[in-house]
């Protein structure tokens, strides 16, 4: 059985911070073969992420990019597919998916309300907190709750589900990757 995993990092939220790394590793360890794109290049800043035109913009490039790198692979005939991303990530995951018909699990972190046009219903696992300058939280929660998505709101976590609190963050972390675990093992 043939299983690939996608990581789509976010604006400088790489493949090698927590939230990514380690749900890539419990990816790999239930036997996907992990991909990780690059979206360098784009002018990135957080500030941007409240831009619609800029997102918009951006969402091309970075559809552009997966194209590019994901060209060799057949998707559509691979047994499971999951695409595991942050941020601007989400939306570049949820569209791709959308865009070519790929039955792919999404597991997203921080995810911007822009996933409301390509996620599918009940085809995902939702991370956000509740301090989350870069999304509208509400939002967030009532996409969630449309579209009937395992979520779970981390209280006082900012964009990058983190609250200031070292210790509280690592428990949070932990708490957060038995989830996705659990979730990947459901697949």
Not at 35 to 51: A, C, M, N, P, T
Request: proline share 2%.
């Amino acid at each position: 059985m043939k299983k690939i995993a996608v990581v789509f990092p976010g604006v400088g939220y790489t493949k090698d911070r927590p939230l990514l790394y380690y749900a890539g590793k419990l990816a790999a360890a239930n036997g996907y073969e992990l991909i990780h794109l690059d979206f360098s290049g784009i002018d990135w800043s957080k500030e941007k992420l409240k831009d619609k035109e800029f997102l918009l913009k951006t969402l091309e490039y970075c559809l552009d990019k997966t194209d590019e790198k994901l060209k060799s692979i057949d998707l559509e005939k691979t047994d499971r597919v999951l695409f595991i991303s942050k941020s601007i990530g989400t939306v570049v995951a949820t569209a791709y998916a959308d865009r070519h018909g790929i039955e792919a699990k999404q597991i997203c972190f921080t995810p911007l309300e822009f996933i409301d046009r390509f996620i599918k219903d009940g085809n995902g696992l939702i991370f956000y907190g509740s301090a989350d300058p870069y999304a509208d939280v509400n939002m967030i929660s009532d996409i969630c709750r449309n579209k009937k998505l395992t979520a779970y709101c981390i209280e006082d976590a900012n964009h990058s589900l983190e609250t200031g609190d070292v210790l509280k963050d690592i428990d949070n972390l932990l708490s957060v990757m038995k989830k996705v675990k659990n979730f990947i093992n459901l697949l």
